[in-house]
């Protein structure tokens, strides 16, 4: 292969995974599916479980860690957390782990992982970069900010996976309780579409190629409104009426924005 593959099993509140395809094989990103959901849509792209390297993990909660127990049952490859990630789990307190300190940059598989700090509700919540064969994969998920940090790493990848999980006006007027909005809107929850697309103006460079919107939230967001917002901050061109994906040509360049899905596998190339 002559570049890095970002392949999204799944992104959203009911589980997220996926998969960066590199010169040694598949390193997995989470594993919030169970482990059938995870075999059908990996079989959907194309991929096998048996090409699997390592996994990583971002943070603790549900949705990104559920299927990791049953995974690691049939699977003999390292995993990786933060340092106590997993240690608050008691349920996946048989796993073994090998922990990292945020900063820190891996080497596995072939490809040079770097690690920094996310801002959420949990232990020690991370991010990651991706980079081989000259190319790079950023991944920002299930932050309510991004530090100095966190931006000096994400920025200038080609494929750039950004959180963009709720508009803020309809998670207002939505269902949710008071508290719960409360806690989506801090600095220790989610990057609104706003949030997202004021990041993405420092983050996204010539070298760009794709910007995906990550963990769109099903109650307080449409995909079409992340594509709108990030088109409106990076001068952009919508595809169609809809939103459902946008285009920005700058010269011989071409940057394309699209949505992730909970349940519509994707390969990024």
Same mark, same amino acid.
């Given at each position: @292969?002559?570049?890095?593959?970002?392949? !999204?099993?799944?992104?959203?509140?009911?589980?997220?995974?996926? =998969?960066?395809?590199?010169?040694?094989?598949?390193?997995?990103?989470?594993?919030?599916?169970?482990?059938?959901?995870?075999?059908?849509? @990996?079989?959907?792209?194309?991929?096998?479980?048996?090409?699997?390297?390592?996994?990583?993990?971002?943070?603790?909660?549900?949705?990104?860690?559920?299927?990791?127990?049953?995974?690691?049952?049939?699977?003999?490859?390292?995993?990786?957390?933060?340092?106590?990630?997993?240690?608050?789990?008691?349920? =996946?307190?048989?796993?073994?782990?090998?922990? $990292?300190?945020?900063?820190?940059?891996?080497?596995?598989?072939?490809?040079?992982?770097?690690?920094?700090?996310?801002?959420?509700?949990?232990?020690?919540?991370?991010?990651?970069? $991706?980079?081989?064969?000259?190319?790079?994969?950023?991944?920002?998920?299930?932050?309510?900010?991004?530090?100095?940090?966190?931006?000096?790493?994400?920025?200038?990848?080609?494929?750039?996976?950004?959180?963009?999980?709720?508009?803020?006006?309809?998670?207002?007027?939505?269902?949710?309780?008071?508290?719960?909005?409360?806690? !989506?809107?801090?600095?220790?929850?989610?990057?609104?579409?706003?949030?997202?697309?004021?990041?993405?103006?420092?983050?996204?460079?010539?070298?760009?190629?794709?910007?995906?919107?990550?963990?769109?939230?099903?109650?307080?967001?449409?995909?079409?409104?992340?594509?709108?917002?990030?088109?409106?901050?990076?001068?952009?061109?919508?595809?169609?009426?809809?939103?459902?994906?946008?285009?920005?040509?700058?010269?011989?360049?071409?940057?394309?924005?699209?949505?992730?899905?909970?349940?519509?596998?994707?390969?990024?190339?």
């Amino acid at each position: @292969m002559s570049r890095l593959h970002l392949h !999204i099993l799944g992104s959203g509140s009911k589980g997220n995974c996926a =998969l960066i395809e590199g010169p040694q094989g598949l390193i997995m990103v989470d594993d919030g599916l169970s482990r059938r959901e995870t075999l059908k849509r @990996m079989a959907e792209l194309g991929l096998s479980a048996d090409n699997v390297s390592a996994l990583f993990v971002t943070h603790e909660h549900s949705d990104h860690i559920k299927g990791l127990d049953v995974w690691c049952k049939h699977w003999r490859g390292p995993l990786f957390a933060s340092r106590n990630t997993l240690a608050s789990k008691e349920s =996946l307190a048989h796993v073994p782990v090998e922990e $990292f300190d945020p900063g820190d940059v891996l080497e596995i598989a072939g490809v040079r992982i770097q690690t920094y700090s996310t801002s959420h509700d949990v232990i020690n919540p991370v991010g990651y970069r $991706f980079d081989a064969l000259g190319d790079s994969i950023g991944f920002a998920t299930d932050t309510g900010e991004l530090s100095s940090h966190a931006i000096d790493t994400l920025k200038d990848c080609r494929v750039l996976a950004l959180e963009s999980n709720h508009d803020v006006a309809m998670l207002r007027q939505g269902d949710y309780p008071r508290f719960l909005q409360e806690r !989506i809107l801090s600095a220790k929850g989610h990057l609104s579409n706003d949030q997202a697309a004021n990041a993405a103006r420092e983050l996204v460079t010539v070298r760009t190629e794709q910007l995906i919107a990550m963990h769109i939230s099903q109650d307080n967001n449409r995909p079409s409104l992340t594509v709108k917002s990030y088109a409106r901050a990076l001068d952009a061109t919508l595809d169609d009426e809809l939103g459902s994906t946008a285009t920005r040509h700058s010269g011989s360049q071409q940057l394309t924005i699209c949505p992730a899905g909970q349940y519509r596998p994707m390969t990024i190339q």
